[in-house]
């Protein structure tokens, strides 16, 4: 057995990440100083966007947007179910209701057949769908051109929440995240592409909205001239909202920087991995390889292999427990949302609600993906995940 350990994702650092963070933490400024504005610039210049928000993680961010966008009770959410809590909890921390559609079962992200009928159901009762949170869930886009029609037709708010995709492309646009979505959501998270440790950051063209981000980002408070009722001096502030201490450091920000400059070389790392999986699970009929959509171009923040467990008369418990022995740590992303303890209690969702996501979750394990896995890495985990299959039988 190999000594060494296998997880689905894992940060890459080299000398010079570190160097960039040693070189601030030396610096007059830990937070709320230069390097802040420098990540965000880094960012919307990276991905298309006029402005860009950085906060202290993906949570805040996705919480940002919603304080941002104005969703409060009784607001109607829809995002998907194979995602992670945080893109439906947003919904919630600000008091509005959540709710589904179902994914595509051939490219795991929402459906916008299943939305739209979900929306046409709440119009019935006289409900307008207040916001879409679509996930490019494991780094494949959404069907975008699908999601803004609908968006133009019923008018509700449209969120991207883009966690799993920087690097990818849809309709060769690496840019469009902010060209279908109002807002956009990132999470630098060790296991994404690229990491400041806890981070993320809200994009949009629209400047008043991240202007208001970065004052909820910072408890509420503004120095805005536009909106102060008066001025006792320089040291002045006004709140005329709540918000929360969302912010991000310096130093994690010089590592965000760093980081982000290798994005692209991480992203042909990951392709390459990919490649490597496709070809040796696509004529194997236990399994079903991810399916990449023509319009796009995959970022791969996971390798979802859906594997036959119930066929098979497998037990998936059973089959992680032994790949645990081999030193392999998969995972699955994700327990459909719906199905949590919280949301079937506060909603009534109960199993046979979204079908594709459910059997979705039945078959997928997350395989290791992630920049610095060599082809001996590949081989030993390919070799296991079937001979581990082949002694279940
Ligand atoms: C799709 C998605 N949304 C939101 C988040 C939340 O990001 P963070 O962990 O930075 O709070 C994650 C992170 O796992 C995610 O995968």
Redesign the pocket.
């Known amino acids: 057995m190999k000594s060494k350990t296998y997880s689905y994702g894992k940060q890459n650092i080299s000398g010079e990440d570190i160097e960039s963070v040693v070189r601030v933490l030396q610096s007059d400024w830990l937070t709320q100083g230069p390097t802040v504005g420098e990540f965000e610039k880094a960012l919307a210049d990276k991905f298309g966007a006029q402005f860009a928000a950085a906060c202290s993680?993906?949570?805040?961010g996705?919480h940002l947007i919603a304080l941002g966008l104005g969703w409060s009770k009784g607001d109607v959410i829809i995002t998907t179910p194979i995602?992670?809590l945080?893109?439906a909890n947003c919904a919630i921390y600000v008091g509005a209701d959540v709710d589904f559609a179902d994914i595509d079962p051939i490219y795991y992200t929402i459906d916008p057949n299943n939305l739209e009928d979900k929306i046409k159901s709440y119009r019935k009762e006289n409900i307008n769908v207040k916001a879409v949170i679509a996930?490019d869930y494991a780094g494949q886009p959404s069907d975008w051109e699908a999601l803004k029609s609908l968006k133009d037709k019923y008018g509700f708010q449209l969120v991207n929440?883009f966690?799993?995709a920087p690097g990818a492309e849809y309709k060769n646009d690496y840019c469009y995240a902010v060209n279908y979505a109002d807002a956009v959501?990132m999470?630098?998270?060790p296991v994404k592409h690229f990491t400041t440790g806890?981070?993320?950051a809200v994009l949009s063209n629209d400047g008043n909205f991240i202007k208001r981000i970065k004052t909820l980002r910072t408890h509420g408070a503004t120095k805005d001239p536009d909106i102060l009722e008066k001025n006792d001096g320089p040291w002045y502030y006004e709140m005329h909202e709540v918000g929360f201490n969302y912010r991000i450091t310096d130093f994690q920000c010089a590592l965000g920087i760093s980081q982000l400059k290798k994005l692209d070389s991480f992203i042909i790392e990951r392709r390459k991995i990919a490649k490597y999986y496709d070809n040796f699970f696509k004529n194997d009929e236990r399994f079903i390889i991810p399916h990449v959509n023509k319009n796009s171009s995959h970022a791969y923040h996971l390798y979802p292999l859906q594997t036959k467990f119930d066929e098979l008369g497998i037990s998936k418990k059973d089959f992680f427990e032994k790949m645990k022995e081999k030193n392999i740590f998969l995972q699955v992303h994700y327990i459909p949302v719906h199905l949590q303890p919280y949301y079937r209690k506060r909603f009534g969702f109960k199993e046979g609600d979204f079908p594709e996501a459910e059997s979705f979750y039945k078959r997928e394990i997350s395989l290791p993906i992630y920049p610095g896995l060599k082809v001996e890495d590949l081989n030993y985990i390919t070799e296991s995940i079937v001979a581990t299959i082949d002694s279940m039988k």
């Not at 993680?57 to 805040?60: C, D, L, S």
């Open positions: 993680n993906g949570t805040a996705l995602t992670f945080a893109s996930v929440d966690c799993h959501n999470s630098f998270h806890e981070g993320g």
